[in-house]
């Protein structure tokens, strides 16, 4: 397509939304555009017709770039216009029964999570990572390994496969390089109950001062029915033979009532999660007399976690909460707002 050279346009396209015959829909742009995106449908004429293909209008504008030292230009390309090639088939495809379209549904809060979880993952454009799929009715799970043209070595897991009971097609959180193995199955009545990760550090990140970031090396899964599985790669050493970030998640059946949080020099150094039958969930040092507490109503659920760490201290824990009677969200925090 033929380029024109000019200033940075006030509206430009930044991405694609494609819709199929199974109910899914995927968006190709980068996360931060699909918050506030306005999104225009292309007609296809007539309706019955079949996609067969794209075609775009490339156009290039100039991007004035000051740093402490000069002043330089840079050149970039955007697509003005974007057109759809159709044709009539002779037989129309089939619309399958689909049971369960929530696997699919990525909603916005999850995207902003993705923006700041992407920063523990070293890369120029960290916001075009998606970290969110379904761990409901998942009938299989696979993973994949880097390849060797990749930054990351091949001995490091690059993205999960979820098939699930209820519908065709699978979700693929990170990146689908190369398979692993054949991969776990689960049965209709199992579920999976927590999810470790284990990360080798890589270094900080450049764009959250004092965020450690790193690789996956390693996933261990435990399903309701007492059932596990370890995925990491072949020419992986065991996890206890070198320095790993943990990272794990425990889903509970019962109902947290109430979050306690304890501080030294501000900083949270214990947690201690109630749960409503008087059981309780702990970590870290709890010979402290500073300490936080906050209550959750018994209709409360909590739906998302954020946290704030400086210098390896975590300083802050945000709760999202969602409530029944009417629907709606609040956030709770846990945070050094005590005397030193």
């Known amino acids: 397509m033929p380029s024109i050279p000019g200033s940075h346009p006030e509206v430009i396209l930044s991405g694609l939304q494609v819709s199929t015959n199974y109910g899914r829909t995927a968006t190709f742009t980068p996360i931060r555009h699909r918050l506030n995106a306005a999104v225009d449908p292309i007609p296809i004429s007539p309706p019955s017709n079949t996609i067969t293909g794209l075609v775009a209008f490339e156009m290039e504008f100039i991007k004035q770039v000051q740093t402490a030292v000069i002043q330089t230009q840079e050149t970039l390309t955007y697509f003005e216009r974007v057109g759809i090639q159709s044709q009539e088939c002779g037989k129309q495809p089939n619309i399958p029964d689909i049971l369960d379209r929530e696997c699919y549904q990525v909603p916005d809060d999850q995207l902003r999570y993705d923006e700041k979880f992407s920063h523990f993952i070293y890369n120029k454009s960290s916001a075009n990572y998606q970290t969110y799929a379904s761990l409901k009715n998942v009938r299989k799970i696979q993973t994949s390994t880097s390849i060797q043209s990749q930054p990351r070595s091949r001995s490091r897991i690059s993205g999960l496969k979820l098939e699930y009971h209820n519908h065709t097609s699978p979700?693929?959180?990170?990146?689908?390089?190369?398979?692993?193995?054949?991969?776990?199955?689960?049965?209709q009545d199992e579920d999976i109950q927590s999810l470790a990760i284990w990360l080798i550090p890589t270094g900080f990140s450049s764009q959250s001062p004092g965020v450690e970031i790193g690789q996956v090396a390693a996933?261990?899964?435990?399903?309701?029915?007492?059932?596990?599985?370890?995925?990491?790669?072949?020419?992986?050493?065991?996890?206890?033979?070198?320095?790993?970030?943990?990272?794990?998640?425990?889903?509970?059946?019962?109902?947290?009532?109430?979050?306690?949080?304890?501080?030294k020099n501000r900083a949270i150094v214990g947690l201690v999660f109630v749960y409503t039958s008087g059981k309780t969930a702990s970590t870290g040092e709890f010979?402290?007399?500073?300490?936080?507490?906050?209550?959750f109503t018994l209709d409360a659920r909590i739906v998302g976690l954020s946290i704030m760490a400086t210098d390896h201290k975590l300083m802050v824990i945000e709760f999202e909460i969602e409530r029944n009677e009417p629907p709606r969200y609040e956030k709770l925090r846990l945070s050094a707002t005590l005397p030193k």
Do not use: C, N
């Open 171 to 187: 979700g693929i959180v990170g990146q689908w390089m190369h398979q692993l193995d054949d991969g776990f199955e689960l049965s």
């Open 219 to 263: 996933i261990y899964i435990e399903t309701t029915r007492s059932r596990s599985v370890m995925f990491r790669p072949l020419d992986f050493k065991s996890t206890s033979s070198q320095p790993l970030q943990h990272h794990q998640y425990q889903e509970s059946r019962e109902t947290i009532i109430r979050a306690e949080a304890y501080f």
């Open 287 to 295: 010979d402290i007399e500073a300490r936080q507490t906050i209550h």
